[in-house]
Every structure is written in structure tokens, then in C-alpha cells.
């Protein structure tokens, strides 16, 4: 067994000392935040004594919590899968070759050179009632008589922040899916254009099968940015109408910096990392699984 | 390739002793004060201020922070954490009470000469005495009045409001006035409690009960609410004023849209600078079972944690010379704090700040209690459920106070 699986030692420790420094920098906040999150902490960040897990009793017997939680999960998964459904066409588009496309490409992009703060304190002023941009048009256009108050209650501030995160988000998503479009073999598609396939059938069966490990990178890497964004909701509507748009993030900081709770803060931060933690190992096992299935019934059908 | 590398070290290494030399933190005692950002005059004033001082006293140098009120706490808590918190402070002090239970702001009775003392309102001393100590000095005050635009009511064929029930009936002739709303209601972000509180006490009630639990439940907490609602109902607001902020409901006045609104002094430069043809004027709070109006302070603080109090303290005296108190006021908009700049005539002689000033005898003052923040939060909850109609008045505000009660462990 042991001859079997040599560990060359050598290469390892030459990995050691960048590995110590890079899980430093990664761990000591996380352990940080674990034993803050089990401490009583004065409103100023002053450890006061071990309490254990009493912070995270408190977030569980939080009725907020549980609806931020919720939010969090719809955020997430409306702003992502938008994002997703949107950026693809987008690619493509951008990948074909077209008059003008270097000046396209740099519109699309063009929202992530905007700090998501300014992009949310823009859109707060569009959709204000009375002075916003937004219901301006609308109204020159007949569209609608009377002005829409877009922020005024939950579910359609809601909405419209998430709106506002697919926008911010497209330009990231559309950047990894152009880099793997490009980097397709051009020969499957001449082969199935030979063979008679239609551009439908072209976009099933060939760019959506390869184009799957950008994907899940993108679905991996958008779920990280997206649960954990605070700017758009906060500067929108600081989680409001009655914490109606709160999610995991918004209420954190309400909890450590308005109200400075930072002890039951430590203990959602921690809550939220975990979560996070889990989604991306299950994720990255589940494609691995299938990556592995597909591989298995390749060979068979080789044989 | 080393010789460029030596040389560049050389370079560096100079650098960094002429940035030492070149310091002021070479032989200065160096006192870092945050200041809390008013209007775009604060920063240069408070610069000025240092600048007069430093002259006087070549050894001691102030080091100015300006930090906006929205990130103020935060700034602080971070700051305070961190073993960085400045040696003075300008505070809201409604969080007074907290810098003062957890032994973050020093007692300032020792350093506090009676004639220095001597010099300040006692109103407005008040707020920062705190279990028999006086924890801080009031640094800014004002008080809060009802503005009205005289062109709409001329035009709604009203006259201006002394008690809620005038109010009412003149906002119902102010809402024929086409493109116009009656009564600016704010119903989203900071202070939004605060405009609840001015029906609140003009009603009778209060934000806390004699024994110390909240006044939310009260049958005056109800009237005040429902009374807004009703207006909300009955389309005498702007629509949905879940959306608009203090800001938003003050644009709207300052275009001439909304009839009657309820403010702060700073609003008048504002509207000289930006809307100088609107003809309004200053009027006390609608009147029910009692007068009453909002004083709000803020507090200048000495860290316990300062090793230059001393130094700091010397500063703080030069700062609240009456031609620095005078130079504050006016351009801020405030009213005085101290005795001296209170009896100028400016504060009797100008309409707009006179009557601001005329609700200091009967003006309430925020609970110096703690967690006043997440009370606040919880009550603005409330309101919104109320004005949004997702929860009837009297379960919304029965809830609240029984939340308040828990926060305050009563």
C-alpha cells in the first residue's frame, strides 16, 4: 500500500510555506468570526466574556432572520438564474462576428467599470416617484398616467432590485461565457452543418454541452457574489419598507453597525459562510459526479 | 542591477526621513478630533477653528476628521474596536448613553470650570448628564417647527393650522390645489420615527410611559397614527410615503408641491439657495392635548481612552468662544447652545429662526436610553406596516411595544 501511493515529499514542501500563508490570510478571519461569534460583545467591539453559543440561539429564535433567509435564497436564485439566462444569448451574440461588435462589447462591459454603490444610488433616483427618470419616460411614452412609486412596497422593490442585480451582474457572466465560446473547436460545428443540423440543434447538442463547465463556474462563482451583496439593496431601500427586502446581509449590518450587535452578527456571518461553504463542495461534488458519469458512459460506448 | 536597486533603496530610505522630518508629528502633541459633517461648511470651519487654536498653542496640533452622519457610528465602532478611537468626538447624543455604560466617554466634571459651565442653556445641558455625571457638552441644537406654503393656502382659500383639527380641514382645502399634495408625510429612512413622534406628543403621548416601558401601546399612540393614516387613505399625503425619505418630502416643498411639511431649522438656507421665490412661513406644531415640539442635540465627547485630555480640553474651551459659537450657528443653521450667542438678536429679530426657537420651552428631547437605535428601528417597522396597510394601527403598534419592552428588558 505504502509503495504503492509514494507521497513525493519534496514538491509538498515546497508548497508549504505559500499553503501556511494562503490558509493565514484565508483562516484567521473565519476563526476570528467563530470565536467572536461565541463571545459577548459591548456595542464597540469589545469582548466582554464566553458565552458559547448563545449568539446563534438568539439568531434562531429571530423571526427576521428567518425571512431574510428566505429573501436571501430568492435573491440568489432569481438574480443568478436571470443573469444566466440573459448573459448566454448575449455571448453569443457577442461571439458572432458582426459590424461594430469591439464598440458592443464594450457597452454590455460597460456596467462593470461603475462601482455597484453609484449603479444603486443612480437607480434609486431613476425610480423615485415624482423626480425619477424612469416614470418621467413612462409617462411621455403614455405607457403609464399616473407615476409608480417603484420602491414604496416590498414585493415590487423587491423585484426591481433584483432586476438591478441581473443588470450588474451581466457583464461578469457574459465576460466567462465569451471566453469559452471562443475557445469551442470550430470543427464540431462544421461537421454538424454537414451533417444537415439546424442552429437550434447546433446550440443544443453542441455550445450547450461544451459551454458547461463555464456554467457551473459561473453559476459558483455569481451565487458567492450575489448572496453575500450588500450595496444595491442597502443604498435602495436599507432593506426596507418594515424589513420587507432585508436579506442575510442587510440585516447583518443593521445588526453590527446600527445596532451593534456585533456578537449575534458574528454568529449570521458565520451562518452565511457555512451556507456558502456547503453549496459550493455540493455543487463542485455534484459536477464532478456527472463529469464523472458522462466520462463512464463514454468509455462504455466506446467499447 | 544592484547598483539600481541600492539606489532606489537610498531613494526610498530619504524619502522617508524627510516625510518624518517634514511631519508635524515629529515634537507636537497631536489631538484627533472627528467631526461630524453638517453641510459643506463643517470641514473648513472646524479647519479655521484648529488653525486660530494651533496659533496660540505652536505645541499642540488638532488633527480634523470629517465624518458624515451616516457612516458616523460605524466610523466609530470600527475606530473604538480597533484601539483607534479619536481623543474627541461630535456625537449624536442619543447614543450617548452607550459611549457612556461602556466606559468609552469621560466624565467631564473635573476638566468642567463653573464658569465655563456657566455659559451653556441648561436645556440643553441636560441630555448629557447621565446618572449625575456629565458625560459630554451639547455642541449643536435644534428644534423642530411646522412649515407651510402661504401661496397654496392663499390659493386653497385656508388659513394656517394651530390644532390637529385645523389642520385636517385646511389639508382637505389644500388637496383641491391641482398638481399638489396637502401634507408631506416622510415614511422611509432616517428619523422617519421622528415625524411620528411630533403627532405623537402633540396628542399626549410619549415614547416611553412613567415606568419606563414603551408608549407605543397608549390610546395618544393610536390617535397620532391613525390620524396619518387617514390622511394617507384619503390621498391628503403624497402618495405611497413609504418611498420618500426626510430629503424627498423637503424636495417636494422646496418645488412648492406639498402644502404643509414638518422640519428642522436647516432647512431655511436651503430653501434661500435653492427655491428663493417660495414664500413660506415657520409655525409650532399642530396642537393637541399638549404643545410640544422635538429638541434634538449633539455632544461633543472626550474618549476615555485619550492621553492628551488635557491638551484636547484646551481646545474645547478655545472652541466655544462665543465668536466661534456665533461663526457655528449662523452658518449651520442652529440654534445657540450657549447663553451668550442665544441672547444676539438674530435669534429673536429673524422670523424663520425665531420661530424655530419658540418651541425650546416646551421641547421634548429623545430618551437617553440604550439601544435607542434598534427602538427607533422597531418603531419606524411599525409605521411602515401601518401606512403600507399591512397590519392594522393597534396590533402594529401593540407589537412594537412589546418588541421595545423586550430590547429594554422591561
Known amino acids: 500500500m505504502k509503495s504503492r501511493t509514494r507521497i513525493p515529499t519534496t514538491p509538498l514542501l515546497m508548497i508549504l510555506p505559500s499553503f501556511l500563508l494562503a490558509m493565514s490570510i484565508i483562516g484567521y478571519p473565519i476563526l476570528d468570526l467563530a470565536w467572536t461569534s461565541m463571545q459577548e460583545v459591548s456595542r464597540f467591539g469589545k469582548m466582554m466574556g464566553f458565552v458559547g453559543l448563545v449568539n446563534f440561539s438568539e439568531v434562531f429564535r429571530d423571526p427576521l432572520f428567518y425571512s431574510s433567509l428566505v429573501r436571501t435564497v430568492i435573491w440568489t436564485v432569481a438574480v443568478v438564474g436571470g443573469t444566466l439566462i440573459i448573459s448566454l444569448p448575449i455571448a453569443i451574440m457577442l461571439n458572432d462576428d458582426f459590424y461594430g461588435r469591439g464598440l458592443a462589447r464594450v457597452i454590455v462591459m460597460l456596467p462593470w467599470a461603475i462601482s455597484l454603490t453609484m449603479t444603486a444610488v443612480l437607480w434609486r433616483w431613476s425610480l ?176 | 542591477m544592484t547598483f539600481s536597486i541600492r539606489k532606489a533603496m537610498a531613494a526610498s530610505a530619504l524619502a522617508v526621513g524627510m516625510a518624518w522630518a517634514g511631519s508635524p508629528a515629529y515634537a507636537k502633541t497631536q489631538v484627533n478630533f472627528t467631526v461630524a459633517e453638517y453641510s459643506s461648511k463643517t470641514g473648513p470651519y472646524f479647519e479655521e477653528v484648529a488653525a486660530a487654536f494651533e496659533k496660540e498653542n505652536p505645541d499642540i496640533h488638532i488633527n480634523i476628521q470629517v465624518v458624515p452622519w451616516d457612516t458616523l457610528l460605524q466610523r466609530l465602532t470600527t475606530d473604538i474596536a480597533g484601539g483607534q478611537a479619536p481623543d474627541i468626538s461630535i456625537i449624536g447624543t442619543r447614543w450617548l448613553v452607550d459611549f457612556a455604560s461602556q466606559g468609552i466617554a469621560e466624565p467631564v466634571d473635573s476638566y468642567l470650570t463653573p464658569e465655563f459651565k456657566s455659559t451653556f442653556i441648561d436645556t440643553f445641558m441636560a441630555p448629557s448628564v447621565i446618572d449625575g455625571k456629565t458625560m459630554g457638552l451639547p455642541v449643536a441644537a435644534s428644534a423642530r417647527a411646522m412649515l407651510v406654503n402661504t401661496d397654496l393656502l392663499d390659493k386653497a382659500g385656508a388659513k394656517a393650522p394651530a390644532n390637529w383639527d385645523e389642520f385636517y380641514t385646511t389639508a382637505e382645502k389644500l388637496k383641491a390645489v391641482p398638481d399638489t399634495f396637502a401634507f408631506g408625510l416622510q415614511g422611509k429612512e432616517i428619523e422617519t420615527d421622528a415625524y411620528f413622534y411630533y403627532s405623537l406628543w402633540t396628542h399626549g403621548g410619549d415614547i416611553l410611559k412613567g415606568d419606563g416601558t414603551s408608549g407605543l401601546d397608549t390610546p395618544e399612540a393610536l390617535q397620532a397614527v391613525t390620524l396619518y393614516k387617514k390622511m394617507i387613505d384619503e390621498g391628503l399625503t403624497q402618495p405611497s410615503p413609504t418611498n420618500y425619505t426626510r430629503e424627498d418630502v423637503f424636495n417636494l416643498f422646496k418645488q412648492g408641491k406639498v402644502g404643509m411639511v414638518f422640519t428642522f431649522p436647516m432647512l431655511i438656507p436651503q430653501i434661500k439657495a435653492e427655491a428663493p421665490n417660495l414664500k413660506y412661513k415657520v409655525l409650532p406644531f399642530p396642537e393637541g392635548k399638549a404643545k410640544a415640539t422635538y429638541g434634538v442635540t449633539d455632544t461633543l465627547m472626550l474618549f476615555s481612552s485619550s492621553q492628551v485630555k488635557k491638551e484636547a480640553w484646551k481646545f474645547i474651551e478655545f472652541a466655544y468662544k462665543d465668536e466661534w459659537r456665533t461663526k457655528f450657528d449662523h452658518g ?47 418603531t419606524v417597522r411599525a409605521l411602515q406596516q401601518i401606512y403600507l396597510g399591512q397590519a392594522k394601527p393597534d396590533e402594529a403598534l401593540k407589537a412594537a411595544a412589546a418588541d421595545i419592552n423586550k430590547i429594554r428588558s422591561k
Open chain 1, 128 to 303: 423615485n416617484g415624482r423626480a425619477g427618470l424612469i416614470n418621467a419616460t413612462l409617462m411621455d411614452f403614455h405607457i403609464i398616467s399616473e407615476p409608480i412609486e417603484w420602491l414604496a412596497t416590498a414585493p415590487l422593490a423587491f423585484t426591481v432590485e433584483i432586476l438591478v442585480g441581473i443588470l450588474v451582474s451581466i457583464p461578469f457572466t457574459t465576460t466567462i461565457f465569451l471566453g469559452g465560446l471562443s475557445s469551442l473547436p470550430q470543427d464540431s460545428y462544421e461537421a454538424a452543418v454537414v451533417d444537415g443540423a439546424k442552429p437550434w440543434e447546433l446550440f443544443r447538442y453542441i455550445t450547450l454541452p461544451l459551454m458547461k463547465p463555464f456554467i457551473n463556474i459561473a453559476i459558483v462563482l455569481n451565487v458567492i457574489y450575489v448572496f453575500n451583496s450588500l450595496p444595491i439593496i442597502w443604498v435602495m431601500t436599507e432593506g426596507g419598507p418594515a424589513n420587507g427586502t432585508d436579506i442575510l446581509v442587510t440585516y447583518l449590518y443593521k445588526l453590527a453597525f446600527r445596532f451593534g450587535q456585533l456578537g449575534k452578527a458574528s454568529a449570521i456571518s458565520l451562518i452565511m459562510f457555512s451556507v456558502l461553504f456547503v453549496f459550493t463542495i455540493a455543487y463542485v461534488l455534484m459536477v464532478m459526479r456527472q463529469e464523472h458519469d458522462s466520462a463512464d458512459e463514454e468509455v462504455k460506448h466506446d467499447a
Open chain 2, 332 to 378: 449651520e443653521g442652529f440654534l445657540p447652545v450657549t447663553k451668550n450667542v442665544a441672547a444676539e438678536k438674530y435669534y429673536s429679530s429673524d422670523p424663520d429662526i425665531a420661530g424655530f426657537a419658540a418651541g425650546l420651552p416646551y421641547a421634548k428631547f429623545a430618551p437617553t436610553i440604550a439601544n435607542w437605535e434598534e427602538i427607533a428601528d422597531t
